[in-house]
């Protein structure tokens, strides 16, 4: 088919543009004729209260012929885009949805399409709502969302969610995909550990990504004095840009008395990095208040770490792709479980993903996307 895709890629980091990228690849190798369209410019300094948006690494994840043509703040770029889209008619324009940031701008291009008599738009939601939804955004969800002929979501949580939004609406679920992109580290445990300046012994404890508050990193360090009183030698390595709670945080470790079992790195983790801080770790721990769907769960499963998770990502980490299920928001249960895990022998290598979470495959998104197409609407 012909394909529209939007959304952001390089060279813009973070979860999202990998997916884009990936996603990109996926299409273009199953022979579908692709218009990948991104961002000169995605959101405005006071939207985006990390260091910066845009991805310094050397291993660089580029898809092929991005055309930069958006600018968020720029209304004549939307305009030019709609006109392009509309110029090109796709079969397909799949729209990725994750905040309602681009709501004005998502409608225009979406509206550009539907009256041709030819192209479906397919909503890609990776977020149904955004975390803490307000009133308003769940009514500018809702329209956004309703100019789609097509829908495709990562759980059945977040199908349940869609449908309650948009009734009667028939949302394609595909698992999300594992991130198979980053560059292998051929190290051993112990020399990951030296090339991160950590110390070789002992269990390593791993946080990662973009740090924010419904991730649950506060709920880890309230576990964590439980687990040291039990595992004296653990260590918990938090890596990854702090939106703003650096402070707070390193407050919080001090008053916990964990400054000598804590080291937090704070920066984005260029692609070429990835791999090391799971090599280095014993597991990582993603005890999310809420969610939709992790890209680090999913990259820990593709390098062969172990994962601790809440039952918030169930659905999104899924049974069998984490080694332990834990409620969210509860530092006693973690804690139990994080001890328990403990006790297990220690890994010696990473090891393959299990068969559940390869079938969390690229092909098997494409093909949701294409279900999902629906019938035309003009």
Known sequence: MKIALVGPTYPFRGGIAHYTTRLAQALGEEGHELLLIT???????????????????????????????????NPLTWRRTA???????????VLQWWTTFWALIWGILARSVRGNGK?????????????????????ISR??????????????????????????????VAPHP?????????????????????????????FFGMVRAYKG????????????????????????????????????VAELGLQDAVTLHNRYIP?????????????????????????????????????????ALLGAARPGTADRIVPAQDPSALAAALIEFLHTPRRAEAQPPPAEAVAASWRALTAALVAARGPIQA
């Open 39 to 73: 961002f000169r410019r995605q959101y405005p300094a006071w939207l985006f209260p990390g260091s910066s948006d845009r991805d310094t690494s050397r291993h660089i994840l580029r898809s092929v012929d991005a055309k930069p043509w958006l600018d968020s703040l």
């Open 83 to 93: 006109q392009a889209l509309a110029a090109a008619a796709p079969e397909m324009l």
């Open 119 to 139: 192209t479906r738009v397919v909503f890609l939601c990776h977020n149904v709502l955004p975390h803490d939804a307000k009133p308003w955004e769940r009514r």
């Open 143 to 172: 329209w956004v969302l309703g100019q789609g002929t097509g829908w495709v979501v990562h759980t059945a949580a977040e199908a349940a969610r869609l449908q309650a939004l948009l009734p009667g609406c028939a949302p394609q």
């Open 178 to 206: 594992l991130y198979d992109i980053f560059p292998a580290a051929p190290l051993a445990q112990a020399d990951a550990r030296r090339r991160l300046g950590l110390p070789v012994d002992g269990p390593l404890l791993l």
């Open 217 to 252: 990193l506060d709920d880890l360090l309230a576990a964590l004095p439980a687990v040291l009183a039990a595992h004296p030698a653990t260590r918990l390595l938090v890596a990854g840009d702090f939106w703003g709670q650096y402070e707070t945080v390193a407050r919080r």
């Open 271 to 311: 692609n070429e990095e990835v791999a090391t801080y799971f090599a280095a770790a014993d597991a990582l721990v993603a005890p999310y208040r809420r969610a939709t769907g992790s890209g680090v769960v999913q990259t820990a499963t593709a390098l062969g770490t172990p994962v601790i998770a809440s039952d």
